[in-house]
């Protein structure tokens, strides 16, 4: 039994496939990184795991437990936490209410959400901007207050989806450290990043697809050498 | 089974013009996203043009088509320009704060037309109004029967607008995609403008067909624009098709509804209607055509 | 703390005021302006907070209001009843109708409220064996004086506030927020917005059943097109919130005032002051209303007040987030 796996997952709109048959599993621990080019599905993949889409057909499996059919915020109770690609702040509450509400995810006691929230924003190194309203934070800050949001549910499998993307090469370094603690501090990532020295810093493996369907898959330095993964990237010579 | 056929015409006929109406809605609805609780309203603002027109000029309704459905289209026109549009600026936590503005402009069309004309009922009293032939034992209604053909020259003149002209084509781009409309060079606060006043101007052509059969008075919006929203969601939130459908639909639902179950129920139908379709049918009746 | 303080002042002048105000004609407009405290509060605990915009919150004053009249004519008890039996009488409706809509996303809500209403409106009409039709439902008053109905309105008022401020600050005023805010967020940290928005719904039409059911004990007189109207309940319940500041804690109190005092001073052509047609044209004048607050002040007098000090002081940039103070 894998820690999280699918299987032969597929999703069409229509008559369009957007995911054909994808199948891969990740270990407890690892970092996974899902690559493609724009439009291959990688995004779909995410909101089929977390079930802002119904699958057409495969199977998700977590800890061991099947996943289909569950609706999305019971996913999140499962303890699989995600980011969105373009970032949806509650704009209108402050970063520690984002995060709070987000902590109420394990909790109903206020007192105990805010503690955690506060420990989660300082594990993301935002403590000093808890009391800032989330629509005027810089794009960089949104996307870690929703990495932050995201932890605060307690995930066991965490999806990112392109957080880095916008970001200075700075903060973008700051990310891969943010990542990596995250790792060590027991928690299963899967990423989605078009960002490449990114990936292959930080992946243990990698699957790469493109128009919903397997290309390739391996170590960040055998994907990396992959000719179909080249040729998806760069087009045929 | 004669009473039935006689009820089930007597349905289409208002179903096109209730068609008609919806329409205008749904127009709107589709562009703006809003639903328009003024509809009802600007159809009786035109009801009082045409009426004052006979009362005053003696000018027949039928020529009032070519008189309140364009000064509606004005008055349409500058609703969205001085008060509609301005909101899409203003940040509100009430996301719907232009469907409420509406229902303030209806609210002040009621009260003016009342504080001009009192609450008094009227009625444009024509020599044909209550004329009628028979084709078999079923007795058709001449201005009903006008006034469905008129209903349907004027839909399928909007269609030919919205399908064949550069506007129209730019009125069905902004109501698919507002934002690529804009960067295809599109001005958008126009096109809602200009699809408000026709909005406005179907509702206008709607009233202006039932004056010889109606009476008039300042509350009759009010029960009209829930029935353009009734039709609005039959047709499934901004399909035209789907609206003619949804009109023609609520026409026949309501006349069984006088005939067969109570005439006082006859405005409830249309609400049952229109929850069973929430319920059942979320998507309108152009659901059922594309499974 | 200062404006702890300043909230207990004014309960304190709210609780004492009978005792110095004899006239039964202020004692009155108090009783209703605390009434629509309760409803605008309601309204916005759902609309404000939870951003699930209702135009027909008749329906749950209505359901109330017939609760407690025909305690009296069908079952022969006190209308009294209806206080305990209104709220959760709409309560139920309002559960039926979360259970259709908040499954739908978009403006379902908002659609079948008005429907609803007008349906229920018709109902009560057309049914005259049950509900004595447009005829309305006449029950004798138990109190004379206006004093007893003065604190139990007072009562309510302060429970509703009280209870609403509690969820605000919970678990569930978060969850509300984040809701209106972004319901796929929302989903994805956890929460199912369709139990939420059903909770909230809940404690909105139960309060506003309540108001109703006490409308009918102190009026004495319901009839269909006074509690399910569109205009004066349901369309009135967003103004009061709106004008005093939708997604506000104290706004919707402040906003009921507001607007039971200007519908007096319309109503009574400005205490006589003004030429006697004004009072024909109060309705207008609420149209107008509407027009101008959205138009003007869509966040209220609460949620603008930043705004509208700056009118006297310029210069001051507004305070970017006013979230539930």
Same mark, same amino acid.
């Given at each position: 039994?894998?820690?999280f796996?699918?299987?032969? /997952?597929?999703?069409?709109?229509g008559?369009?496939?957007?995911?054909n048959?994808?199948?891969?599993h990740?270990?407890?621990?690892?970092?996974y990184?899902?690559i493609?080019p724009?439009?291959?599905g990688?995004t779909?993949?995410?909101n089929?795991?977390?079930?802002?889409y119904?699958?057409t057909?495969?199977?998700?499996?977590?800890r061991?437990k099947?996943?289909n059919?569950l609706?999305?915020?019971?996913?999140?109770k499962?303890?699989i936490?995600?980011?969105?690609?373009?970032v949806?702040?509650?704009?209108?509450?402050?970063?520690?209410e984002?995060v709070?509400t987000?902590?109420f995810c394990?909790?109903?006691n206020?007192?105990e959400?805010?503690?955690?929230?506060l420990?989660?924003?300082q594990?993301c190194?935002m403590e000093?901007?808890?009391?800032?309203? @989330?629509?005027?934070?810089?794009?960089?800050?949104?996307?870690?207050?929703?990495?932050a949001r995201a932890l605060?549910?307690?995930?066991?499998l965490?999806?990112?989806?392109?957080?880095?993307?916008?970001?200075?090469?700075?903060?973008?370094?700051d990310?891969v450290?943010?990542?990596?603690k995250?790792r060590n501090?027991?928690?299963?990532?899967i990423?989605?990043?078009?960002i490449?020295?990114?990936?292959?810093?930080?992946?243990d493996?990698?699957?790469?697809i493109n128009?919903?369907q397997?290309?390739?898959r391996g170590?960040?330095a055998?994907?990396?050498n992959?000719?179909?993964?080249?040729e998806?990237? /760069?087009?045929?010579? | 089974m004669?009473?039935?056929?006689q009820?089930?015409?007597? =349905?289409i006929?208002?179903?096109?013009?209730?068609?008609?109406i919806?329409?205008?809605?749904t127009?709107?609805?589709?562009?703006m996203r809003i639903?328009n609780?003024?509809?009802?309203?600007?159809m009786?603002?035109a009801?009082?043009?045409?009426?004052v027109l006979?009362?005053?000029l003696?000018?027949?309704?039928?020529?009032a088509?070519?008189?309140?459905?364009?000064a509606?289209?004005?008055?349409?026109?500058?609703?969205?320009?001085?008060l509609?549009?301005?909101l899409?600026?203003?940040?509100?936590?009430?996301p719907?704060?232009q469907?409420?503005?509406t229902?303030?402009?209806?609210?002040?069309?009621?009260?003016?037309?009342?504080?001009?004309?009192?609450?008094d009922y009227k009625s444009?009293k024509?020599?044909?109004?209550?004329a009628?032939?028979n084709i078999?034992?079923?007795s058709?209604?001449v201005p009903?029967?006008?006034?469905?053909?008129?209903a349907v020259?004027?839909t399928?003149?909007?269609?030919?607008?919205?399908?064949?002209t550069?506007?129209?084509?730019?009125?069905?781009?902004? @109501?698919?995609?507002?934002?690529?409309?804009m960067?295809m060079?599109?001005?958008a606060e126009w096109?809602?403008?200009?699809?408000? =006043?026709?909005?406005a101007?179907?509702?206008?052509?709607?009233?202006?067909?039932?004056?010889p059969?109606?009476?008039?008075?300042?509350?009759v919006?009010?029960?009209?624009? /829930?029935k353009?929203?009734i039709i609005?969601?039959?047709?499934?939130?901004?399909?035209a098709?789907?609206a003619?459908?949804g009109g023609l639909?609520?026409g026949?639902?309501?006349?069984?509804?006088?005939t067969?179950?109570?005439?006082?129920l006859?405005?409830?139908?249309?609400?049952?209607?229109?929850?069973?379709v929430?319920?059942?049918l979320p998507?309108?009746?152009?659901?059922?055509?594309?499974? | 703390?200062?404006?702890?303080?300043?909230k207990?002042?004014?309960?304190?002048l709210?609780a004492v005021?009978?005792?110095?105000v004899?006239?039964?004609?202020?004692?009155?407009?108090?009783?209703?302006?605390?009434?629509?405290?309760?409803?605008?509060?309601?309204?916005?605990?759902?609309?404000?907070?939870?951003g699930?915009?209702?135009?027909?919150?008749?329906?749950?004053f209505?359901v109330g209001?017939?609760?407690?009249g /025909?305690?009296?004519?069908?079952l022969g008890i006190?209308?009294?009843?209806?206080?305990?039996?209104?709220g959760?009488?709409?309560?139920?409706?309002?559960?039926l109708?979360?259970?259709?809509?908040?499954?739908?996303?978009?403006?379902y809500?908002a659609?079948?409220?008005?429907?609803i209403a007008?349906?229920?409106?018709?109902?009560?009409?057309?049914?005259r064996?049950?509900?004595?039709?447009?005829?309305?439902?006449?029950?004798?008053?138990?109190?004379?004086?206006k004093?007893p109905?003065?604190y139990?309105?007072?009562?309510?008022?302060?429970?509703?506030m009280?209870?609403i401020?509690?969820?605000i600050?919970?678990?569930?005023?978060?969850?509300?927020?984040?809701i209106?805010?972004?319901?796929?967020?929302?989903e994805?940290?956890?929460?199912?917005t369709?139990?939420?928005?059903?909770?909230s719904?809940?404690?909105?039409?139960?309060?506003?059943?309540?108001a109703?059911?006490?409308?009918?004990?102190y009026m =004495?007189?319901?009839d269909?097109?006074?509690?399910?109207?569109?205009?004066f309940i349901?369309?009135m @319940?967003?103004?009061v919130s709106?004008?005093g500041?939708?997604?506000?804690?104290?706004?919707?109190s402040?906003?009921?005032?507001?607007?039971?005092?200007?519908?007096e001073?319309?109503?009574?052509?400005?205490?006589g002051?003004?030429?006697?047609w004004?009072?024909?044209a109060?309705a207008m @004048?609420?149209?107008?209303?509407?027009?101008?607050?959205i138009?003007?002040?869509a966040?209220g007098v609460?949620g603008?007040?930043?705004?509208?000090?700056?009118l006297?002081?310029?210069?001051?940039?507004a305070a970017l987030?006013?979230?539930?103070?």
């Open positions: 039994m894998h820690f796996e699918t299987h032969r /997952l597929t999703k069409a709109f008559g369009l496939i957007a995911v048959n994808v199948t891969f990740v270990e407890e621990g690892e970092i990184g899902l493609g724009n439009g291959s990688k779909t993949v995410f089929l795991i977390t079930a802002y119904p699958i057909s495969g199977t998700i499996r977590f061991g099947e996943m059919g609706p999305t915020w019971k996913v999140c499962e303890g936490g995600r980011t969105f690609q373009i949806k702040p509650l704009a209108r509450m402050t970063v520690l984002n709070m987000s902590a394990r909790t109903s206020t007192a959400a805010r503690e955690k929230a420990e989660v924003l594990f190194e000093k901007k808890i009391d800032f309203p @989330a629509k005027g934070l810089t794009i960089g800050d949104r996307k870690r207050m929703e990495i605060a549910t307690s995930p066991k965490l999806l990112l989806d392109e957080t880095m993307a916008g970001l200075t090469p700075q903060e973008q370094a990310g450290q943010l990542i990596r995250m501090a027991g928690i299963t990532i990423i989605v990043e078009h490449m020295h990114v990936i292959m810093n930080l992946c493996r990698i699957l790469c128009y919903g397997e290309i390739a170590t960040p055998e994907v990396a992959n000719q179909n993964v080249i998806a990237y /760069l087009g045929k010579e | 004669e009473m039935f056929i009820t089930l015409v007597a =349905g006929l208002i179903g096109g013009v209730y068609a008609l919806g329409i205008g809605m127009l709107i609805m589709g562009v639903i609780l003024a509809h009802g309203q600007l009786m603002v009801m009082y043009i045409t009426f006979y009362q005053f003696n000018i027949d309704p039928y020529f088509l070519l008189v309140a459905p364009p509606l289209f004005l008055i349409g026109a500058a609703i969205q320009r001085y509609l549009n301005p899409i600026k203003i940040e509100s936590i009430i719907e704060n469907v409420l503005m229902v303030g402009i209806g609210i002040v069309l009621t009260e003016t037309i009342r504080f001009m004309f009192s609450s444009v024509t020599s044909y109004s209550t009628t032939f078999g034992a079923i058709w209604n009903m029967v006008v006034a469905f053909i008129l020259v004027l399928a003149s909007l269609f030919f607008f919205l399908l064949k550069d506007v129209g084509k730019s009125v069905r781009a902004t @109501a698919q995609n507002k934002d690529a409309a960067i060079g599109i001005n096109i809602t403008q200009l699809t408000y =006043g026709l909005g101007a179907m509702a206008a052509a709607g009233g202006t067909l039932l004056l059969i109606y009476y008039l008075f300042p509350d919006g009010g029960p009209f624009t /829930l353009a929203f609005t969601i039959l047709g499934g939130l901004g399909s098709v789907g003619i459908m639909v609520l026949v639902a309501e006349s069984l509804g006088a067969y179950i109570s005439m006082a006859k405005d409830a139908i249309g609400m049952v209607i229109f929850l069973l929430l319920v059942f998507g309108g009746l152009k659901q059922l055509t594309k499974v | 703390m200062k404006s702890l303080y300043a207990i002042a004014v309960l304190a709210l005021f009978p005792l110095f004899g006239s039964d004609y202020y004692r009155h407009l108090v009783i209703i302006a605390l009434m629509w405290v309760v409803i605008g509060a309601s309204w916005n605990l759902l609309a404000g907070y939870t699930q915009v209702s135009f027909g919150h008749a329906i749950f209505g209001a017939y609760t407690a /025909l305690c009296t004519t069908q006190s209308a009294w009843w209806g206080m305990l039996l209104g959760p009488a709409a309560m139920l409706v309002g559960i109708i979360g259970f259709i809509c908040f499954r739908l996303r978009g403006a809500f659609l079948a409220t008005i429907a007008e349906i229920l409106r018709l109902i009560a009409i057309v049914w064996d049950f509900t004595e039709g447009m005829q309305g439902i006449l029950i004798i008053q138990t109190f004379r004086s004093v109905y003065y139990l309105a007072l009562g309510i008022a302060v429970i509703c009280l209870l401020y509690k969820i600050k919970s678990k569930w005023g978060f969850y509300f927020i984040a209106r805010e972004d319901q796929d967020a929302a994805a940290l956890g929460i199912s369709f139990r939420y928005k059903s909770l719904l809940m404690v909105s039409s139960f309060f506003t059943g309540l109703g059911a006490f409308y009918m004990n =004495g007189f319901i269909p097109e006074v509690v399910f109207s569109l205009h349901s369309i @319940a967003i103004l709106i004008i500041g939708a997604g506000t804690m104290w706004g919707p402040v906003g009921a005032f507001i607007m039971v005092m200007l519908q001073l319309f109503r009574s052509s400005f205490f002051y003004a030429p006697s004004v009072s024909h109060h @004048a609420f149209g107008v209303l509407v027009i101008l607050v138009r003007f002040m966040n609460v603008d007040w930043s705004k509208i000090t700056n006297w002081s310029k210069g001051k940039p987030v006013t979230n539930g103070n």
